[in-house]
């Protein structure tokens, strides 16, 4: 997956390590907004992350929990912890 300046400069700025992005991107479900792709972790998607990383899994879920992952196709546009309820299109 490539990712923009805006995502590579926001990544930096808000220290979300890639392990947790790779989580998301991996495990985590999708919802659509504005025609792009919000990718966010669930409880369902943490527990697919827990099956597959066994022990590792809590801080791997800890880390992930509140991060969300915004994409274009197969580019990634920003990265963000989520502070707040996220709309979707209705």
């Given at each position: 997956?490539?990712?923009?300046?805006?995502?590579?400069?926001?990544?930096?700025?808000?220290?979300?390590?890639?392990?947790?992005?790779?989580?998301?991107l991996e495990f985590g479900?999708?919802?659509?907004?504005?025609?792009?792709?919000?990718?966010?972790?669930?409880?369902?998607?943490?527990?697919?992350?827990?099956?597959?990383?066994?022990?590792?899994?809590?801080?791997a879920a800890r880390l992930?929990?509140?991060?969300?992952?915004?994409?274009?196709?197969?580019?990634?546009?920003?990265?963000?912890?989520?502070?707040?309820?996220?709309?979707?299109?209705r």
């Amino acid at each position: 997956m490539n990712y923009s300046n805006h995502a590579i400069e926001r990544l930096q700025e808000r220290g979300i390590p890639q392990f947790a992005i790779d989580c998301v991107l991996e495990f985590g479900e999708v919802e659509y907004h504005e025609g792009r792709e919000i990718h966010r972790m669930s409880k369902r998607s943490e527990r697919k992350l827990k099956a597959y990383m066994g022990p590792l899994s809590a801080q791997a879920a800890r880390l992930s929990r509140c991060v969300y992952v915004v994409t274009a196709g197969d580019q990634v546009v920003t990265v963000a912890r989520q502070t707040k309820h996220l709309k979707r299109d209705r």
